[in-house]
């Protein structure tokens, strides 16, 4: 797959909002100039999440901004998300390309040389190596990526890599220098959205990166 330019900063939903809270908090970024969103829901019914999510691809129509999901490729078909994306344990990413088409952006979390290795070949647009960081966001994290990894997978990847894991504004620039094409983050964007995704531009700004337009 031919990659895809990717937006310097991924917020990803927090797990315990919902309903029009979830709206609202997704509302000020697009607002504030986000392009690409993560739904991520562990818990909770189905009916719920598809109901959420479909309320979030709505939200993001006027902005012309982007949904993906997290791990569900039924939900992405349901709501008619711009995409998914994979974790090593959800449907493998030849399977979920034949269900949604060469369109849909599909991405896929990396922990390891290992698994980067074996996913240089699928058809993704973009990886997530992490955490570069500590982080208590996930429970059962995997460890730390050393840096030496990091700087390989960095080096070698045919696709966008984004970080991801104990990732703030005050930290982004250093990963943006590694080479990451963008920052994902969940806790940081919590509180207040908006603030928080001024703080990332005006981080990449002074690291000499410009927010890619939708």
Do not use: N
Request: glycine residues 8%.
């Amino acid at each position: 797959m031919a990659s895809r330019t990717l937006p310097a900063v991924y917020p990803i939903t927090p797990e315990h909002l919902r309903g029009e809270a979830l709206t609202a908090w997704a509302r000020a970024l697009f607002e504030a100039g986000a392009s690409l969103l993560q739904f991520r829901r562990k818990t909770g019914p189905d009916a719920e999440k598809l109901e959420d999510l479909r309320r979030l691809v709505e939200e993001a129509r006027p902005y012309q901004a982007r949904v993906v999901v997290d791990d569900r490729v039924d939900l992405c078909l349901l709501a008619g998300a711009a995409g998914v994306h994979l974790g090593q344990r959800d449907l493998p990413a030849p399977e979920a390309r034949i269900l949604l088409g060469k369109e849909a952006w599909i991405g896929l979390s990396t922990h390891t040389l290992e698994q980067f290795e074996e996913a240089v070949d699928l058809p993704v647009d973009y990886l997530a190596l992490g955490p570069v960081f500590p982080t208590a966001t996930k429970e059962g994290a995997d460890p730390v990526v050393p840096p030496l990894v990091q700087r390989e997978v960095l080096r070698r990847s045919p696709f966008p890599v984004v970080a991801i894991g104990g990732v703030t504004a005050r930290k982004a620039p250093e990963l943006w220098r590694r080479g990451f094409a963008s920052v994902a983050a969940i806790s940081a964007f919590g509180a207040d959205p908006a603030a928080a995704y001024a703080d990332f531009e005006e981080a990449a700004r002074e690291a000499g990166l410009s927010f890619p337009s939708r």
